[in-house]
């Protein structure tokens, strides 16, 4: 199934990897470089599950999933944390933020499908 | 298309650049004080980024100092730790180490450990932490698999569940679900094999799964993937419609998986609900029945009834393993402490609506919202390839002639000035200048990278004369083309070591002086009067020059009894064979002396002069044209011969008059210009067109203005024109011509020279006052 999916993460080079990891999936994506950037796309969009790093610039990922849920509209969009860190703490602060999932950093595109599929379908 | 991860690796390196640069700020915004938390975040980033994009290449190196790094900085950025000079210093040391490491492996090279070693262990020292290591080896990547081909791409549609028969078999009026993945019926005999491995799991959801975005639907599909499943829903504990809180889950289910996967593999699909739900998962083979975790917090109670009406598919299964498939029921739901936002339940009374429950949300608010299907793109840049943008260059250089020789020819038609053909011509011109100063700008880039390079020079170098060297930098975003900022790195490079060695006085002697303790090197750009102008200062001692004139009598440059001025004397530094090996020190000779550095400023059409005061400091100037492509000329003639003098050295011209000229003895002329005196030289004698004229009343002079602040006259016969002409270099078929830049091709196809004027001046100005060594004195 082709999912529509917002990748949130300040770094090109991630972008870069998570837009052909996607596409090469077969999946659309839709990219933007950090929290404020995000919730600007997630106007004109509606993705199936969003993807977000933590440490961005002007709103980082914990604030941006907070104002993610807070919205109606998109309070119930699946959202996977990509984390450098395997550390259960951080997966523990990830979930309490309101995330659905995570993705460690760096990933494995196979893994990432699997993990987009678990929580989108 | 070339391979899409090479182009993301070599994105990635230039990233990296950017990320150091940022680091570097970063980290002298906290050396000179800042301590705002978004100025620490941006360092923690930058390291962070560079971690994890040299994660996803497999960099190991460089995954592992930056993780050091990075904890480092957490550490900071924690409040754990306030760093100091010395800490800051440290770190400094380390972004240095990040930007080999990342130059090393873009270019497939390594650092030595001894380089990284001490510095980690201060930095962990500093810190106080413990190494490391262990979890730095955990974090090794999986390197990134560059086949997306056919396993991603040909994943197996899954069966649309809605074309499940609708007769399917229901628990209390629910239907459960049976998701046969693309498999024949079973037959008894079938299942008898595939049976002997697999597992149940029991899944009770809390609400909490549901409130992050979790949906059971999408963990059973899942567990498809990793065998053949039958899943049972319990809705037992759903109470009457009137009492339903729709925040509350009321639904459990068990899920028969077979397959040849280890429990690991199931558990995986429950990864992200872990801690969220009541999962049990117990192995189907053998005596099945194992016991649950004498922890496990639920209530069971078999409801063997529940079995043969809900999963008629389950007992063939179960029947020819002794004791029969338990379903276990939960029956006190663990009230979670924060009622949860609607939960999509998947299981619905009406089959149809089963596989519409993420459509649903995908839509929203049922208002279907399509998407464009463009992928939204963060802030549009394109990278050209340098040598398409240089193709480019020669083209526009191609025009400016073209559109010289078109002028020519309409004014050699003899067309008015105000015809529509002239001033056609002239928009035309306009043009061609804006499309050349667009084009070159497009090569322009703020020097910054390069004044960041040098701080790690002054840094390093001043580490190992044991001064303690603040660098100070300004006019880091004037533009310059990116040729002049490559090429400018290593002279650059060596008059900064040499204002931290011999520029800057020891510690003591600073002191002593009574200076401060720190020596203070100046880095500064700007653009002034269409050249380049970069200037390195120090706060030293100054040229001893009484050492240098004697030193350059002692290498037979100069003779013993040369009357220099300061100038001169300061200029000699610039002299090949000046500094030698015996005074050579471990830092500012490379191998390389000013002589060098002189010889790749002028390369670069450039010219590079002194000032110094004593016990003041010394100021190296660098004067750059902004372009090496196109200049402005002025294009005369002397002797019969047409040459082209550039602009910008040209302060003004004017006519002799008698009173001008005075005669210091025999072919030596000065021009007195505003009560100063300027050296008269004769353009076709110091070319050797022609011997010197007798008289030079009546003549043309352009008045030549040097970065040292010499004036000179420079006498020709006429001025012809004044134009852009492309620069076409003589170097690379003839060598360096003394007193010659370049060449150039004018409108009517005559080849042109083009003078430098500074080289001439020197080269003439050195043969009249110092007649002994051949070397130009004055740059």
New interface residues.
Partial sequence: ?SL?VLAVD????????L???L????F??????DGV?GLE?LE?????VIITDI???RMDGFGFIDAVRAE????????LVLT???ADELKAKA?AA?????IV??????KL???L????? | MSD??A??RA??FI?CEELLESLQDGLQLMDDGDTDP?TI??V??AV??I???A???GLDDLVRFAHRFETAMDEVRAGRFHPDGEAIRLFFACADILGDLVRAARDDDQVDDAVTGPVLEKLDKLVGLEEEEEEVL??T?????LD?GD???D?P??PDLSALPAAASSVEGLPSLDLPADMPALTAEALAETTTKGFTVHFKPENALY?????P???F??LR?IGDISVTCHCGDLPNLNQLDPDTGHLSWDVTVHTEESEQSVRE?F??VD??CVLEIKPLTGTAAMIAPASAPVVEKVVEKAVETAAPEAAPIASPQKPPVSIKMVTAPAPTPKPA?V??LPVDSDDDTLDEA?KD?????FAP?K???T?????ATVRVDLERIDRLVNLVGELVINQAMLSQSVTEAGLPPNSPVSTGLEEFLQLTRDIQESVMMIRAQPIKSLFQRMGRIVRESSASVGKDVRLYTDGENTEVDKTVIERLADPLTHMIRNAVDHGLESTEKRLERGKSREGHVTLTAQHRSGRIVIEVSDDGAGINRERVKQKAIEKELIPADAQLSDSEIDNLLFLPGFSTAAEISNLSGRGVGMDVVKSSIQALGGRISITSHEGEGTTFSISLPLTLAVLDGMVVRVADETLVVPLNAILETLTLTETDLKALGPETHVVQIRGGFVPLLDLGAELGYRKPQDSYVGGIVLLIGQEDGNRAALAVDAIEDQRQVVIKGLEGSYGRIPGIAAATILGDGQIALILDPTDLVGQASGRTRVRQPQHALVG
């Fill in positions: 199934m529509e300040d770094s090109r080079t991630m972008r870069d990897m837009n052909l990891a596409s090469s999936a077969g659309t994506a839709h990219l933007a470089e950037h796309v004109d969009i509606h993705p199936d440490n961005m610039p109606a509209k998109w309070s119930r969009i699946p959202i450098t860190e395997s979930r309101g995330a659905t999932g995570w950093k760096p990933f494995d595109p196979a499908v699997k993990a599929q678990m929580v989108a379908g | 899409p991860m182009e993301i994105s990635f990233e978004e975040n941006i923690f980033r962070h980024s971690k994890g994009g994660g996803a290449f955990d974090f990547p999986a390197t990134l698999s997306f396993g991603l791409l994943l549609d899954l409130a992050s975005g979790n949906e639907l999408y963990l599909r899942a993937d699909v990864e992200f801690g969220l936002p939960a999509k993420p949300e995908k839509s929203g608010s919202i998407a464009t299907g992928p939204t793109q963060p802030r």
